[in-house]
């Protein structure tokens, strides 16, 4: 719906409602259009704010490789462009991760901070996934293969057969197209060496961190040592669900974003 | 602030603010002064009603043994005596199985049902705590040290030592006072034969569900079994929580009130 | 060390000790080799026996597609080969798999059943990664990223960083052998239909069924589903763990299976 | 069966079996006697040696008040009247606070080292649990209700009806019995302030760490700290169970014992 410049590349973005601004940070296969059944919810009493990062959705594509934290530099420009002083900065996946890297570089700029399925680090582990995805990617059906079961939780995958199926039928073209699959290469490698551990003391905002136990790609450990690194940190789980939370706890996901966003109150004395 | 009259009992209830009803049922220890710290949040957005049950706070007190189920009649009282039709209810021990009661009888006044360290039934292990609790009732120090250390986490008691010592000294003249030890033994025995796992596939309210990770008297298997009857459920864990979530984690105890009670959506067609 | 004939294929077996007779069923991409480090405890006070799968080590490799039911066949043909009546069977993962075929199909030859990191059925979500499996089995890296992250835990990949880099260089010339991976397709197929799930009650045998916390392949809902349905089983997880729980922890993996397989006594009488 | 001299106070032990010798230290309630169905595995390929602490079972009575560090001196006397140099120690509960202290002062006399439903302290929210204990501690019926709650899990009680009422009846003469109430009383003084947590480096033995998921005395992060803080640590959880995981799951119970205390190997190189 709107789109401004950043550094000579256009980035896209959308905005929705009014009220306190919510912004979200995409996963590294979603777009602005993942968030369709959450724009009615978020925008409800919110100034709802989505963003395609750089090689993701409609906006533009970069020509070689580049680091993560520039996704951060996009997110404060987009910030700067609407004159928002202050956020609630919601995160999921490698969204999650440019929001933590936001977080420690702009603390004044997020308001609250909402981390799903997020990891601190990529390690050797995640690394590894990340090169196998790359191998795969001269193949849609290998693509498919390498990157969904990670994502869906067994559970959902057998309650959600037809879904599924439907999904890998939309899916197999976007996987075998070029102008998604380079991008998602790029976009996968940027998050290489990304790695806040020793920085997560910084962060001031209150932050709701959520882990689902069935997720393979963050396991709760990560999300277990952003809690006990944060210093004002709330710490949930969802039982069940895979990494993909919003698809599969999107009840869950609102109410648990929503929630923490708009209560009024940060600060408790226990009386 | 206010009462009406219940079977020529006085019942005492509390409201605050405007918007979609939002009505909270104590814990058996508790009453309307225990959301002292909620009162702001939780009226922020929403007409926030509290209520005490009869034995409970300012509410009347009742002469012999009677049954749990005569609160969810004065649940229902209430509702009418303010012309509410539908309500988002929430309760938290003692007050979630009385909304249970309340949901399964009065589907239809119910909205959205949020339960917190709730059980479905008495069974005979809650049953001889709640004994232990009564044979301990005479003496002031053996009731605050069989129930408390039930009711918060080890962890909580390590970390908030002051406030508990505080907390020791301000319950210590309660729990030698007859007027309110005479009616928590009735409040206990109430809840003696309690046992609606039967019936909970009739709950039609979008419900949520949240466990304690350290919640002893009402451990995660009961919650687990919420989940798995209550058809329409939703299932999330707080993993540093003992039973008494609103005082162990009162901003995620917030904001999934809340987020839950008042997300404009409670059904999502993932695409 | 010894090998008999099946259906005109040369099946190889190892034997060790002397004692309850003690029959270990491998994981997929394993063979007798890979019990080298158990060699020693496993044969102290059993007679231990190893077993190569068709199409695994040094057994006889297939000429085309089958089903898993065979490698129970070969189980039961070295049992009488050896002459041995009942036999304490140990299964991980693939050889969990034979075990409970084994084991529903022959309840009289089974005196006790160890089943580690095992589930009951090839449903949906694994079939898809047993694909992503075979896809990628033309590239020796590939198949390495797709297979290897999926058996190990994160944290071991974090803490045996160099014998995770030897066990590369290692399996690097393996993964680019089709006479490795050829046989590796056809094992992986031939769980493809894999699903004992209702036949899990007929199981007579004293069970050990034992899940790890970062098992990604067969999760911990696939074992507790396991001890729902086995009649005479036991429970116990592995919080530190992925699927490989005999690599990861080699220490407990022993002590759970020689302790179960030779406690003199199955059943207390609590007094 | 035996008895030694300990200070002039007779010390009552049982021995049965030859092999490796396994010394068994009881938790608060127990004596030799409740060991009765597990005299026969333990004793099978192990020297089986059963002790009761002072003020326990068939042991001396004390006059006054004492601090539990002496029990692990009367297990050093038992070993040496026994001339064993080496045992491996299973303790359970109080009697797993006793091992520690003993692998501390003695890492010498410890092969190998097994905690059940152990802690490295008693914090301020377990000495509450005591004083409660003692509180109830006039009245048999008190007595019960106080303890026998927080031992056993919900689902055990649920499960095992006959079994608990059984053994209500068996209790309430004992627990009318000050010969039995004022040691009990003694013994819950005695760990008052027992705090190895900045000790466990020291200890040297391959240690097994068993939590259990519903045992609420010594809840799972306090396992979870013991297996941080001891070097050569291995840990597992058994699902179903309370604190008393001997009674709850004596097959488990049996075999995680027997398993690690028989294992010939305790290190294990992975290949």
Redesign the interface.
Known sequence: MASFDFQGKSIYYEEYGQGKPLLVLNGIMMSCKSW??FV??FS??NRLILLDFLDQGRSARMDGPYDQAIQAEVTLALLDHLGIDRACVLGISYGGEVALRFAIGHPQRVERLMLFNTTART????G??G??WN??SG?A??YY??T??VI????F??E??D??AKRRETLRPVFGDPNFIQPMIRLTNSARSYDVTDRLGEIQA?T?IVSCQ?D?LT?M??QQLLHQRIPNS???????SGHASM?E????F???????C?????E????
Chains 1, 2, 3, 4 share one sequence.
Do not use: C
């Open positions: 369709a059944e009615e919810p409800q009493s390690g050797p582990w995640l590894d996934i090169d196998a191998l795969a193949d059906d290998a293969l390498t969904i079961p869906y939780s067994p559970a995958y057998r959600q057969q879904w599924m209150p709701l069935q393979y396991p450990e990560e709330h710490y949930v789980v969802i039982p069940g698809y706890q999107p009840m869950l609102a109410a648990l974003a929503l929630g923490f708009n209560t009024s109150k940060a408790y004395h226990i009386t």
